[in-house]
């Protein structure tokens, strides 16, 4: 019995670490749909330094959230996350363009190269959540993560 008890502790210690892990990459996620959103809808009046923050920015997102995508295994990782990848190394390889609108338009691209990312990471997440396994109990009924 104090083996049961063990294991049924260890299971909700996990459900509650995956919980806090959940949150923190939530929030993450949130601050970099923040500078999608920025990005996307920015004016082409914004002055250099300013769109030069705003691409450090989205290099820095789509850095982390592309370490994201890739932890999904290659065969449950969604479409989306595939080509944002691919776009993503395509992107660090050329660097903004030469002209007028080279450094505007790179930013844009980052932004929805980001955007896919991010979509795929929950699009994942959803799906795994909703096949999430009970937490099994032997002689009990099962429990589910969310009342842990």
């Given at each position: 019995m104090p083996e049961q008890s063990e294991h049924t502790r260890a299971a909700e210690d996990l459900v509650g670490f995956l919980q806090i892990a959940t949150t923190v990459e939530e929030r993450a996620e949130d601050a970099a749909l923040a500078t999608i959103r920025r990005a996307l809808t920015m004016q082409q009046s914004l002055d250099a330094l300013e769109l030069a923050r705003l691409t450090d920015?989205?290099?820095?997102?789509?850095?982390?959230?592309a370490v994201g995508v890739e932890t999904i295994p290659e065969h449950e990782r969604p479409t989306r996350g595939q080509g944002a990848l691919r776009d993503w190394a395509q992107l660090k390889a050329d660097g903004p363009g030469n002209g007028p609108l080279g450094t505007w338009s790179y930013t844009r691209q980052l932004a929805t190269v980001a955007r896919?990312?991010?979509?795929?990471?929950?699009?994942?997440?959803?799906?795994?959540?909703?096949?999430?396994?009970?937490?099994?109990?032997?002689?009990?009924?099962?429990?589910?993560?969310t009342a842990l």
């Open positions: 920015d989205l290099l820095t997102h789509c850095a982390s959230l896919n990312m991010v979509t795929a990471i929950r699009d994942h997440r959803a799906a795994t959540e909703a096949r999430a396994p009970y937490v099994g109990r032997r002689e009990l009924p099962p429990l589910t993560p």
